[in-house]
C-alpha cells in the first residue's frame, strides 16, 4: 500500500494496528467491503462522539435521553457513510484489488 501514495495513517490507523497486534484478522480500510467500513466507523464514532456530548453539553440541558440517542445515531451513520465512501473513492482510485484477490508480497 506504501507504493500507492496512500499515507500510513490512511491504510494503518492506530486503532487498527492495535486489533492487528491483538491477533484479529482485519483487512486495512480500503480493502473491507462498504457496509463494513460504514458500520465500524458510524457505531465507534456514534458511540465516542455521544458520550463526549453527553458529558460536555448534553448533561447540562433538559435534552431528552431519545434526543441524544437519535442525534448520536444520526451522527454515527453520516460519519460511517462518509468515511466508507472516502475509503471507497481511494480504492477505485488507487485501482487496489478486493481483499480475497489480494496477495501480499513478502
Given at each position: 500500500m506504501e507504493k500507492?501514495?496512500?499515507?500510513?495513517?490512511?491504510?494503518?490507523?492506530?486503532?487498527l494496528r492495535l486489533l492487528w497486534r491483538m491477533g484479529f484478522d482485519i483487512p486495512p480500510p480500503h480493502f473491507a467491503q462498504f457496509w463494513q467500513n460504514a458500520l465500524f466507523t458510524g457505531s465507534f464514532y456514534a458511540?465516542?462522539?455521544?458520550?463526549?456530548?453527553?458529558?460536555?453539553?448534553?448533561?447540562?440541558?433538559?435534552?431528552?435521553a431519545t434526543a441524544m440517542l437519535n442525534s448520536a445515531l444520526i451522527a454515527g451513520i453520516l460519519f460511517g457513510l462518509a468515511l466508507a465512501s472516502y475509503y471507497s473513492y481511494g480504492k477505485r482510485k488507487h485501482g487496489l484489488p478486493s481483499w480475497q484477490e489480494f496477495k501480499p508480497v513478502r
Amino acid at each position: 500500500m506504501e507504493k500507492t501514495g496512500i499515507m500510513r495513517s490512511n491504510y494503518a490507523p492506530p486503532y487498527l494496528r492495535l486489533l492487528w497486534r491483538m491477533g484479529f484478522d482485519i483487512p486495512p480500510p480500503h480493502f473491507a467491503q462498504f457496509w463494513q467500513n460504514a458500520l465500524f466507523t458510524g457505531s465507534f464514532y456514534a458511540i465516542a462522539w455521544g458520550a463526549l456530548m453527553y458529558f460536555f453539553i448534553w448533561s447540562k440541558t433538559a435534552m431528552s435521553a431519545t434526543a441524544m440517542l437519535n442525534s448520536a445515531l444520526i451522527a454515527g451513520i453520516l460519519f460511517g457513510l462518509a468515511l466508507a465512501s472516502y475509503y471507497s473513492y481511494g480504492k477505485r482510485k488507487h485501482g487496489l484489488p478486493s481483499w480475497q484477490e489480494f496477495k501480499p508480497v513478502r
